[in-house]
């Protein structure tokens, strides 16, 4: 019986130093992440930091990615590493290694769209996800919904015209004293809000772009609306119970404006006919409960199977670039070892077009 094909996946366009190892069984031989723990005393990434920590751990990460899988570098079938986009230094740290075991072992080279990696993980975690599907990608530095045509190929309806809505998150938590990745720690304080009626009626926050043509977002005057609230606030540290209200309305607030995009969105989509029609939620911020449920209850009117990743697989990690690997590796589609590598890199070529002509008028 033939054994089925390995791919190594590296990943380290951000603050995660992850490899893993992929089978094109779907199954997850190896799964290794190091969170970077240097960041938290910024409150946010250092670009600088995060590139040493990767180029520190990278190789002990692939020796105990491969003593946890059982295997050897004999027994790959080829390397995926994300190629961008993403903070440069670790992207090449990340590019390098794949590099130089690919040409140590003759193995084939997969440069990966880290959006790509997020958009394609519903495949590695459920074997029934057809193209195409509608993709909601939201993460602390992207924030788009595209249409997943197949692989390498995307339509993208909707982007945030400022910020991201993950920075949203993480600039609120950083306001309210709540420390960094500030996702996590707000979805958990707005679980101590009693009532969240009344916790919107006392801190009613703006929703950008609610009703308007389109789907793309805006969530700048949402930051901008929760520091002038804060600032108001009496001077001193926020109670507890005063806090978790306003993380409760932020985080509906955030709920409404996705849901109201998503319903612009589903009617492009169901335009296209889709024989299996399905609205998948993926990035970091799809690892929040309460906006899943909110994602999962407007499939369900519409008739879309709703798919989310396990919560693991949400936050960036290598099993998402080995699967996008294996993904295109089965098509053929692999790329020289002189490859770029990229700070930036739309999933929709021609949506970068387009921004890029309206950028010089």
């Not at 707005?190 to 805006?218: N, Q, V, W």
Request: charged residues 20%; negative net charge.
């Amino acid at each position: 019986m033939t054994k089925p094909r390995l791919i190594l996946g590296i990943e380290s366009s951000c603050d995660e130093t992850a490899v893993a190892i992929v089978g094109e069984d779907r199954r997850i031989l190896a799964h290794q992440v190091l969170s970077q723990r240097e960041h938290l005393a910024y409150g946010g990434v250092v670009p600088e930091v995060a590139a040493r920590a990767h180029l520190e751990h990278m190789d002990h990460l692939v020796e105990d990615a491969l003593r946890e899988a059982g295997v050897t570098l004999g027994d790959l079938s080829a390397i995926a590493v994300t190629a961008g986009p993403g903070l440069i230094g670790g992207v090449l740290v990340g590019v390098m290694t794949a590099k130089a075991i690919a040409q140590v072992r003759g193995l084939p080279l997969i440069a990966v769209n880290h959006l790509e990696g997020h958009a394609l993980t519903v495949r590695l975690t459920d074997d029934d996800v057809a193209f195409p599907y509608l993709l909601l990608l939201v993460s602390g530095g992207h924030c788009q919904i595209l249409v997943a045509k197949d692989v390498g190929d995307y339509i993208r309806l909707g982007t945030t015209i400022d910020d991201a809505v993950g920075e949203a998150f993480d600039k609120t938590a950083k306001l309210l004293g709540l420390g960094w990745p500030g996702g996590p720690a707000i979805e958990k304080l707005a679980a101590e809000c009693a009532d969240i009626t009344a916790a919107r009626a006392k801190y009613p926050l703006p929703r950008p772009m609610l009703g308007k043509p389109g789907c793309d977002f805006s969530f700048s005057g949402l930051k901008t609306a929760v520091r002038r609230m804060i600032d108001g606030f009496p001077a001193g540290d926020i109670p507890r119970h005063v806090a978790a209200d306003l993380c409760a309305s932020f985080q509906e607030t955030v709920a409404d404006i996705l849901a109201d995009r998503i319903r612009h969105a589903m009617i492009e989509y169901l335009a296209l006919s889709p024989p299996a029609p399905a609205l998948v939620v993926a990035g970091g911020v799809a690892a929040n409960k309460r906006l899943r449920r909110v994602l999962e209850g407007i499939a369900a009117e519409k008739g879309l199977r709703f798919v989310a990743p396990p919560l693991k697989l949400c936050t960036d990690n290598a099993a998402m670039i080995a699967w996008a690997g294996m993904e295109r590796f089965l098509r053929g589609m692999t790329d020289d070892i002189d490859f770029p590598v990229r700070a930036r890199w739309p999933l929709d070529p021609q949506a970068g077009i387009v921004a890029a002509k309206s950028q010089k008028v």
